[in-house]
Protein backbone atom coordinates (compact mmCIF):
# COMPACT_ATOMS: atom_id res chain seq x y z
CA UNK A 1 0.00 0.00 0.00
CA UNK A 2 1.80 3.06 -1.25
CA UNK A 3 1.81 6.46 -0.05
CA UNK A 4 4.11 9.39 -0.64
CA UNK A 5 3.84 10.71 2.94
CA UNK A 6 4.81 7.28 4.40
CA UNK A 7 6.51 4.72 1.32
CA UNK A 8 7.59 2.12 3.37
CA UNK A 9 6.06 -1.34 3.92
CA UNK A 10 7.47 -1.42 7.69
CA UNK A 11 5.42 0.34 10.55
CA UNK A 12 6.82 2.95 12.52
CA UNK A 13 5.60 6.32 10.88
CA UNK A 14 7.84 8.87 12.61
CA UNK A 15 4.93 10.33 15.52
CA UNK A 16 5.29 13.85 13.97
CA UNK A 17 3.37 13.06 10.82
CA UNK A 18 0.75 12.36 12.72
CA UNK A 19 -2.04 15.67 13.27
CA UNK A 20 -2.68 15.46 17.20
CA UNK A 21 -3.88 17.78 18.59
CA UNK A 22 -4.18 16.92 22.78
CA UNK A 23 -5.28 13.86 22.28
CA UNK A 24 -3.08 11.00 23.94
CA UNK A 25 -1.03 8.98 21.26
CA UNK A 26 0.93 5.78 20.84
CA UNK A 27 4.01 6.24 20.40
CA UNK A 28 6.29 4.76 17.34
CA UNK A 29 8.38 2.78 19.31
CA UNK A 30 5.43 1.39 20.97
CA UNK A 31 3.27 0.86 17.79
CA UNK A 32 6.15 -1.23 16.07
CA UNK A 33 6.06 -3.51 18.94
CA UNK A 34 2.29 -3.88 19.36
CA UNK A 35 2.04 -4.57 15.99
CA UNK A 36 4.85 -7.32 16.05
CA UNK A 37 2.59 -8.95 19.14
CA UNK A 38 -0.37 -8.61 17.47
CA UNK A 39 0.49 -10.39 14.42
CA UNK A 40 -2.06 -8.82 12.04
CA UNK A 41 -2.30 -10.51 8.34
CA UNK A 42 -3.64 -9.14 5.57
CA UNK A 43 -7.86 -9.68 5.15
CA UNK A 44 -7.97 -9.45 8.85
CA UNK A 45 -10.64 -7.36 10.98
CA UNK A 46 -9.03 -5.28 13.32
CA UNK A 47 -10.31 -3.65 16.62
CA UNK A 48 -8.45 -0.79 18.20
CA UNK A 49 -10.29 0.14 20.70
CA UNK A 50 -9.28 3.31 22.66
CA UNK A 51 -8.05 4.49 19.33
CA UNK A 52 -6.67 8.15 20.03
CA UNK A 53 -5.22 9.85 17.34
CA UNK A 54 -5.76 6.77 15.46
CA UNK A 55 -1.65 6.44 15.30
CA UNK A 56 -2.14 2.42 16.22
CA UNK A 57 -4.99 1.94 13.95
CA UNK A 58 -3.04 3.15 10.71
CA UNK A 59 -0.44 1.71 11.49
CA UNK A 60 -2.04 -1.64 11.63
CA UNK A 61 -4.30 -0.69 8.19
CA UNK A 62 -1.30 -0.86 6.27
CA UNK A 63 -0.50 -4.50 7.41
CA UNK A 64 -3.67 -5.77 6.48
CA UNK A 65 -4.44 -5.46 3.04
CA UNK A 66 -8.23 -6.52 2.42
CA UNK A 67 -8.63 -5.98 5.97
CA UNK A 68 -10.44 -3.75 8.19
CA UNK A 69 -9.61 -1.84 11.28
CA UNK A 70 -12.31 -0.54 13.42
CA UNK A 71 -10.93 2.98 15.24
CA UNK A 72 -12.94 2.72 18.22
CA UNK A 73 -12.75 6.16 20.22
CA UNK A 74 -15.15 7.32 22.26
CA UNK A 75 -13.46 11.46 22.55
CA UNK A 76 -15.30 13.40 19.61
CA UNK A 77 -11.87 14.81 19.18
CA UNK A 78 -10.09 11.83 18.92
CA UNK A 79 -12.54 10.44 16.05
CA UNK A 80 -12.15 13.81 14.23
CA UNK A 81 -8.33 13.41 14.12
CA UNK A 82 -8.47 9.17 13.46
CA UNK A 83 -10.77 10.90 10.26
CA UNK A 84 -7.78 13.57 9.62
CA UNK A 85 -5.30 10.70 9.99
CA UNK A 86 -7.03 8.04 7.84
CA UNK A 87 -7.08 10.49 4.99
CA UNK A 88 -3.79 12.40 5.45
CA UNK A 89 -2.48 8.99 4.77
CA UNK A 90 -4.43 7.44 1.66
CA UNK A 91 -6.27 4.58 3.76
CA UNK A 92 -10.34 3.59 3.29
CA UNK A 93 -9.76 0.23 5.40
CA UNK A 94 -9.83 2.21 8.56
CA UNK A 95 -13.51 3.07 9.86
CA UNK A 96 -13.55 5.18 12.89
CA UNK A 97 -16.27 3.81 15.56
CA UNK A 98 -17.65 6.99 17.77
CA UNK A 99 -18.73 5.12 21.51
CA UNK A 100 -17.85 3.65 24.55
CA UNK A 101 -16.67 -0.06 24.38
CA UNK A 102 -17.93 -2.49 24.80
CA UNK A 103 -21.43 -1.08 23.92
CA UNK A 104 -20.31 0.46 20.69
CA UNK A 105 -18.56 -2.77 19.88
CA UNK A 106 -21.76 -4.88 19.77
CA UNK A 107 -22.44 -3.27 16.14
CA UNK A 108 -18.80 -4.63 14.52
CA UNK A 109 -17.43 -7.68 12.84
CA UNK A 110 -16.15 -10.46 14.52
CA UNK A 111 -12.41 -9.51 14.93
CA UNK A 112 -9.23 -11.55 14.47
CA UNK A 113 -7.00 -9.10 16.66
CA UNK A 114 -8.04 -6.71 18.99
CA UNK A 115 -5.87 -3.59 20.26
CA UNK A 116 -6.73 -2.00 23.33
CA UNK A 117 -5.22 1.27 24.41
CA UNK A 118 -7.73 2.95 26.34
CA UNK A 119 -10.48 1.39 28.11
CA UNK A 120 -11.50 4.60 30.24
CA UNK A 121 -11.42 2.51 33.32
CA UNK A 122 -13.66 -0.83 31.13
CA UNK A 123 -11.09 -2.96 31.17
CA UNK A 124 -12.55 -5.80 33.02
CA UNK A 125 -16.21 -5.11 30.89
CA UNK A 126 -14.17 -4.75 27.46
CA UNK A 127 -12.19 -7.83 27.63
CA UNK A 128 -15.02 -9.85 28.39
CA UNK A 129 -16.84 -9.14 25.82
CA UNK A 130 -13.72 -9.14 23.37
CA UNK A 131 -13.20 -12.83 24.57
CA UNK A 132 -16.77 -13.78 23.73
CA UNK A 133 -16.16 -12.12 19.98
CA UNK A 134 -12.68 -12.99 19.05
CA UNK A 135 -12.23 -15.53 16.33
CA UNK A 136 -10.24 -18.76 16.63
CA UNK A 137 -6.64 -18.31 17.06
CA UNK A 138 -7.61 -15.15 17.91
CA UNK A 139 -4.86 -12.47 19.76
CA UNK A 140 -5.71 -9.48 21.84
CA UNK A 141 -2.64 -6.98 22.55
CA UNK A 142 -3.21 -4.62 25.84
CA UNK A 143 -1.07 -1.13 26.05
CA UNK A 144 -0.69 -0.53 29.71
CA UNK A 145 0.71 2.96 31.27
CA UNK A 146 -0.34 2.09 35.27
CA UNK A 147 0.39 -0.03 37.29
CA UNK A 148 -3.15 -0.96 38.21
CA UNK A 149 -3.97 -1.87 34.62
CA UNK A 150 -0.88 -4.33 35.02
CA UNK A 151 -1.88 -5.70 37.92
CA UNK A 152 -5.17 -6.65 36.93
CA UNK A 153 -3.69 -8.75 34.15
CA UNK A 154 -0.65 -10.27 35.43
CA UNK A 155 -3.32 -13.11 36.35
CA UNK A 156 -4.94 -13.74 32.61
CA UNK A 157 -8.34 -14.32 32.54
CA UNK A 158 -9.16 -18.47 32.67
CA UNK A 159 -8.24 -20.18 29.82
CA UNK A 160 -5.80 -17.58 28.23
CA UNK A 161 -2.14 -16.83 28.44
CA UNK A 162 -0.24 -13.99 28.55
CA UNK A 163 3.18 -12.52 27.75
CA UNK A 164 3.94 -9.00 29.45
CA UNK A 165 6.63 -7.01 27.96
CA UNK A 166 7.69 -3.20 29.15
CA UNK A 167 9.13 -0.94 26.87
CA UNK A 168 11.23 1.78 28.10
CA UNK A 169 12.30 4.42 25.12
CA UNK A 170 14.68 7.02 25.30
CA UNK A 171 15.31 9.07 22.66
CA UNK A 172 18.39 11.46 22.17
CA UNK A 173 17.83 15.26 22.20
CA UNK A 174 19.92 17.81 21.90
CA UNK A 175 21.29 19.59 24.76
CA UNK A 176 23.75 22.73 24.03
CA UNK A 177 26.85 21.28 21.93
CA UNK A 178 25.83 17.11 22.78
CA UNK A 179 23.13 14.88 23.27
CA UNK A 180 21.24 13.84 26.04
CA UNK A 181 18.57 10.42 27.35
CA UNK A 182 15.17 11.55 27.22
CA UNK A 183 13.16 9.10 28.51
CA UNK A 184 9.48 8.51 27.51
CA UNK A 185 6.71 6.65 30.07
CA UNK A 186 7.20 2.87 30.41
CA UNK A 187 4.83 0.91 28.21
CA UNK A 188 3.65 -2.91 29.36
CA UNK A 189 2.22 -4.75 26.26
CA UNK A 190 0.05 -7.63 27.17
CA UNK A 191 -0.37 -10.21 24.82
CA UNK A 192 -3.36 -12.75 25.16
CA UNK A 193 -3.81 -16.02 23.75
CA UNK A 194 -6.26 -18.48 24.20
CA UNK A 195 -4.75 -22.00 25.62
Not at 29 to 40: M, S
Not at 97 to 116: C, D, F, Q, T, Y
Not at 135 to 143: A, E, F, S
Not at 167 to 175: E, W
Request: aromatic residues 4%; contains cysteine; hydrophobic residues 45%.
Amino acid sequence: MENKLWPYLTPGIPDEMFIRGKIPMTKEEIRVVTLAKARPAPGQIIWDVGAGTGSLSIEAARLVPGGTVYAVEKNPAGIDLIVQNTRRFGLDNVIPVAGEAPAVLKELPSPHRVLIGGSGGRLAEILQYVIKRLMPDGRIVINAVTLETVARLIVPPEGWQSEIVQLQVSRSVPAGQVHMWRALNPVCIITLDKQ
